[in-house]
């Protein structure tokens, strides 16, 4: 509906350039919005504010000769000119009536494939395998995967990479480790990798020959050396079976597949470097070659230097990240590339990006954007941390997810069986952590809080989950299947209004989602309309309507409310139950 309008609007402003109201060179942005207030109607716009000025015209004169030359159709039923010069929307019933029905009988819920399909690269979680992931690894996987999915419901051919960090000098220490242990203490061993980091860590740092041993050792593995590189491959085995393990259990749609580890860009480095110099960009510095960019300054207003390769020959995390723009590019085919990564390393990407482009290793029209977000934090404001102090592994905090959501159902459901009771606490214990992270911001710190989690109240998974439930207990009641109903929608209660007005506006939300890459505008939505769905079941009897089409019309509402809550939370990657 919103595109439908958009292009009404861009039709008026035609035929205004063509009567000569309206200079021809102008393309304004028609920006429409949802009004809070429902009296202003179902849709704003502004256009009549922004194009006063440049048309010389008085904003609501403009107003009205823009409603007057809106062509003809059957999708807007009534305007007003509000204020200064804003025009209101209301869309017409007939309209509102047909979306609801494309929606129940559309396998996509009504969502509008995009305009044009892309290849697009998503570059998600991402860990060093040097440890075991924790929780500051959350945000990404969960994040990155739900705009994964999104993405490719709207039609995108999605191509995921995971660039794990593999080659940094800690590996020198690791596998110095390694060589001391051996056989079946080796294996136990590297059944924990956050303490054998530590083991290996205290010996790094206790004695200088195991030091000197690690140092040896990195500069073997990145020459080559054959048993040196099987031992480290021994070790990324383990830590990427303990990330596939974290995967399986956040249904993070990650494989082995997707892994393009920072070792596998190794040999493409030398070239990277050797172009920079050709296209005359590097500088030495120190003995360190770098790149400056005047786009980025520091406070002294001097040019930061991207350092591409250091003075004793090693290349760096840029260099690396050099390669993987023209791999992505040339070999993936990528016409956008999307990088979830913390926000700490924006300066980082928008170095990156702009060299790639002045070094021609990317196309102009390749679009390349960072996804930023904030950190975890515990509820004392700091980062998240374990009771003993240390950082939480993934795995623990899945472990004790699913633990707490246990002692919630075995007290909200009694009557169920242990395993049932246990199949519904792995379900709502991994949503909860997923949904606390996908409704925040995605730019802002958050808390994170068990007991708002794992609420029944508010915008949490337990909430959400608890409601399709609900929605679902009405055919079982009713011994109709959701998808078997006749008879039209019929929209008379306010109740049912409010319902279809959000109803409809599923198609809008998963596309903006997708183009700010913020699942918490899918959230927020998912929880307007479990509570549109609540109010409307307050008030409307479903299986007590008096008559047979009201019956019908409501329990249809109530099915595509079912359809839209599953739909949108698998978009986020959220599993539903049938039962809680
Ligand atoms: N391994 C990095 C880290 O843990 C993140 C990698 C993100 N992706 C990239 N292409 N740089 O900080």
């Known amino acids: 509906m919103k595109e439908q309008l958009e292009q009404l609007l861009a039709a008026a402003v035609a035929t ?15 920006q429409l919005d949802r009004p809070r207030d429902k009296s202003h109607g179902d849709f704003a716009t502004n256009l009549a504010l922004m194009l006063a000025k440049p048309a010389g015209m008085n904003p609501r004169a403009l107003a009205e000769a823009l409603i007057a030359a809106l062509p003809s159709n059957n999708l807007v039923a009534e305007t007003t000119i509000a204020g200064p010069g804003f025009i209101n929307f209301v869309v017409s019933q007939q309209q509102l009536l047909q979306q609801l ?3 129940y009988q559309d396998a996509k819920v009504g969502v509008e494939p995009a305009e044009q399909a892309k290849r697009i690269v998503i570059d998600y979680s991402s860990p ?6 924790h929780v500051g690894h959350l ?6 995967d739900a705009v994964a999915r999104i993405e490719e419901f709207l039609g995108h051919t999605v191509i995921r990479q995971n660039h794990v960090g593999d080659w940094g000098t800690q590996f020198g220490m ?3 480790h390694m060589e001391e242990l051996e056989g079946s203490e080796l294996e136990l061993e590297l059944s924990n990798l956050e303490t054998f980091y530590k083991a290996a860590k205290k010996r790094f740092d206790e004695s200088p020959e195991f030091a000197n041993r690690a140092r040896e050792l990195v500069v073997a593995l990145q020459s080559g050396d054959a048993k040196c590189r099987a031992l480290w491959q021994q070790f990324i085995d383990v830590s990427l079976s303990h990330c596939q393990e974290v995967y399986d259990r956040l249904g993070v749609q990650l494989t082995r597949a997707d892994v393009m580890a920072e070792s596998a860009y190794n040999d493409d480095l030398a070239q990277v470097v050797a172009d920079l110099r050709a296209q005359g960009l590097l500088v030495e510095d120190q003995g360190a070659q770098c790149v400056f960019l005047d786009e980025f300054k520091n406070k002294d207003g001097e040019a930061l230097p991207v350092i591409v390769q250091k003075s004793d020959g090693g290349y760096l995390y840029a260099t690396t990240d050099l390669a993987a723009v023209r791999y992505r590019q040339n070999e993936l085919g990528g016409d956008h590339l999307m990088y979830f990564v913390d926000q700490r390393q924006g300066l980082h990407f928008q170095q990156i990006f702009t060299l790639a482009r002045k070094a021609g290793f990317a196309r102009p029209d390749l679009q390349m954007d960072h996804y930023g977000f904030g ?11 374990s009771r003993d102090g240390g950082v939480t592994k993934l795995a623990d905090l899945l472990d004790q997810a699913e633990a707490r959501a246990l002692a919630l159902v075995q007290d909200k459901n009694p009557s169920l069986s242990a395993a049932e009771q246990a199949e519904i606490a792995k379900v709502v214990g991994i949503s909860s952590v997923k949904y606390a992270d996908l409704s925040k911001n995605r730019t802002s710190d958050y808390i994170f809080d068990w007991d708002t989690m794992l609420s029944f109240e508010g915008n949490t998974a337990p909430y959400l989950l608890y409601a399709y439930t609900r929605v679902m207990s009405v055919f079982a009641k009713a011994g109709v299947e959701p998808t078997a109903i006749t008879g039209g929608f019929i929209i008379e209660d306010e109740r049912e209004q409010a319902l279809a007005n959000v109803l409809v506006r599923f198609n809008e939300v998963v596309h903006s989602v997708a183009n700010k890459a913020m699942p918490h505008f899918l959230c927020g939505y998912l ?26 019309s409501r329990l249809k509402l109530a099915a595509l409310t079912a359809k839209t809550l599953q739909q949108g939370l698998q978009l986020l990657g959220i599993q539903t139950l049938d039962k809680m």
Not at 139 to 144: F, L, Q, T, V
Not at 375 to 385: A, E, F, I
Not at 532 to 547: K, N, R, V
């Open 16 to 30: 205004l350039k063509q009567q000569g109201s309206l200079p021809a060179e102008l393309e304004p942005r028609i």
């Open 101 to 103: 029905e494309h929606a």
């Open 174 to 176: 690791l596998l110095a």
């Open 128 to 133: 060093n395998l040097a440890k075991e992931m």
């Open 139 to 144: 945000r990404s996987a969960i994040i990155g």
């Open 527 to 552: 929880f307007e309309l479990a509570g549109a769905f609540s109010s409307f079941y307050e008030a409307c009897p479903i299986l007590q309507a008096e008559q047979a089409e009201v019956q019908q």
């Open 375 to 385: 950190t975890v934090m515990g509820k004392d404001g700091r980062p998240y941390k």
